[in-house]
């Protein structure tokens, strides 16, 4: 049977959705951008995985160092959470140059961005955080500005205007963007070298979370810390947060020591299941594989079940779903991968009943 509804628009046309406020999400919170700052890496050694990234980076740097030069302009693209704002500081830490901070969003005018270019110094780095969203007038003065450290400065309105050639000291623009797909290839082809950052491995994730609990001054055994890693839906920022939740639960109802143990209960009372599925999550597929028979059925359709938006559905919980191989998007709707039976504990209609037992989702 097919349940499909109305045809999907590409989720590019449509306005993002603001970020839920779940354990999982990978959008920073108020409280993460408190503690993130403490627990950014200061230097390409202490950043942790992204191996290639960071051998690429490093050689761009250290032969710009010993030319003296200015360092080439980065582009780093990657989904929320994965170190872009991180490692745009190291690069200026790498540099030993000082770092400006601004974004797409915030630069509404060209006007904005003369001003913020013309008053760099030599060698600085200027951070461009959602570059993909700056406005159209900005982003042609910033190609020059990117290849020729010039930019015209219009003064006047109407046919007596005039465009006043400024010289710029050389710089670094870092740009980043967790949508690399949307930066017009003129803009993109100015970058010297871009990075793609990589959803991360359960292995670093443990390194990464074993780092913060030293930083935070938590005790945590070897098996915690994977426990907590196999949860962080490949990403950083959600290791540490998860690391907090787990650190809280660990001090009011334990020792303080975060065990396997520990963290599964922990993770369990905030619905993070073994693999880093949330309430949301589980309700999706639930929807899909109980009432749906597993699909094909149509993104609408499937939202109602939930009682969600669909854009609620369709970007916050779909992403890592069919990341992780438990749905797939097929033109005749969403259907259910044979994992998602698997993970859910349930048997397929059809299948041979063989001893399927249930799956402890919480590891507990
Ligand atoms: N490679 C890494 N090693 C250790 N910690 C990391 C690493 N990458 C990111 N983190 C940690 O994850 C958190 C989030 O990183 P960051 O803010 O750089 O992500 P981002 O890519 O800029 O996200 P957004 O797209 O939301 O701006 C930071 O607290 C940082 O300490
Ligand atoms: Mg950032």
Do not use: C
Not at 89 to 118: F, K, V, Y
């Amino acid at each position: 049977m097919n349940w499909d509804d109305t045809a999907d628009t590409p989720a590019d046309e449509r306005p993002p959705v603001p970020p839920a406020e779940r354990l999982v999400g990978s959008a920073a919170d108020r409280e993460d951008q408190a503690v993130e700052a403490a627990l950014r890496p200061k230097d390409l050694g202490e950043f942790i995985g992204q191996e290639k990234v960071r051998e690429q980076l490093d050689l761009v740097l250290r032969a710009a160092r010993a030319r003296g030069a200015t360092a080439d302009h980065v582009l780093l693209s990657g989904a929320p959470g994965l170190g872009k704002t991180t490692l745009s500081m190291i690069i200026a830490a790498e540099m030993g140059a000082p770092i400006r901070i601004t974004s797409g969003p915030a630069i509404q005018h060209a006007g904005d961005l003369a001003a913020i270019l013309s008053s760099l110094q030599e060698g600085e780095v200027l951070f461009l955080d959602e570059i993909h969203r700056m406005s159209r007038p900005a982003e042609e003065m910033l190609y020059m500005a990117m290849e020729d450290f010039r930019v015209d400065v219009i003064v006047g309105k109407g046919p007596g205007a005039t465009a006043i050639p400024l010289e710029l000291p050389p710089f670094t623009l870092v740009g980043a963007t967790t949508r690399a797909g949307l930066l017009p290839p003129p803009l993109r082809d100015r970058f010297g070298f871009t990075a793609h950052m990589e959803f991360y491995e359960p292995r670093e994730l443990e390194r990464v979370v074993h780092r913060s609990a030293q930083l935070l001054d938590v005790g945590i055994e070897t098996e915690g810390a994977a426990e907590i890693a196999g949860r962080s839906r490949g990403t950083p920022r959600i290791a540490n947060r998860l690391l907090r939740r787990v650190r809280d639960y660990a001090q009011v109802k334990a020792d303080g020591v975060i065990t396997r143990e520990i963290a599964a209960a922990a993770l369990a009372v905030y619905e993070v299941d073994a693999r880093g599925l949330d309430r949301l999550d589980r309700a999706v597929l639930e929807a899909l594989l109980k009432l749906f028979a597993g699909g094909p059925v149509g993104l609408s359709t499937l939202a109602v079940a939930v009682g969600e938006e669909r854009e609620t559905v369709e970007e916050v919980a779909e992403p890592f779903l069919v990341r992780e191989g438990l749905l797939a998007r097929t033109p005749r709707g969403r259907v259910a991968t044979p994992a998602a039976w698997t993970h859910l504990g349930l048997t397929p209609p059809g299948a041979a009943t063989s001893g399927n037992g249930q799956q402890d989702l919480f590891g507990t």
